[in-house]
């Protein structure tokens, strides 16, 4: 199983970004896959998680109404659509697979993953 992400970058406060997040190795439509967070110096965040068809999405408190996760599972492709973003968004945001069809209801952001990408750098600054 591979995961690549790609779409970070540098970003000003109140700016957006886009994540994405490749799979191959594995039965996408049949996965949910985690997004996670880890900045310089903070623990490991669970960030946002979706279903294996799409319709079902958790996130985290820090993230709710400005981040949407999405998934198309034609392109084996999931997605983060970052909005307003600020400086304590700043970290390396990798997207994970516990090779399971659903999220943990409850437990999600700190469920273990089987598999992780390299990740992708975000830094958001003035």
């Known amino acids: 199983v591979q995961l690549q992400a790609s779409g970070g970058g540098l970003v000003e406060p109140g700016g957006r970004l886009r994540l994405a997040c490749v799979a191959s190795g594995l039965t996408f439509n049949r996965n949910a896959l985690t997004w996670f967070r880890q900045g310089p110096t903070k623990e490991r965040e669970g960030v946002s998680c979706i279903n294996d068809n799409g319709f079902n999405t958790y996130y985290a408190d820090s993230v709710k109404g400005r981040f949407t996760i999405s998934k198309d599972n034609a392109k084996n492709t999931v997605y983060l659509e970052m909005d307003n973003l600020q400086p304590e968004d700043s970290a390396l945001y990798f997207c994970?697979?516990?090779?399971?069809?659903?999220?943990?209801?409850?437990?999600?952001?700190?469920?273990?993953?089987?598999?992780r990408g390299q990740g992708t750098l975000v830094t958001v600054s003035s």
């Open positions: 994970t697979t516990s090779l399971l069809r659903y999220c943990d209801f409850s437990g999600w952001a700190t469920f273990p993953y089987s598999y």
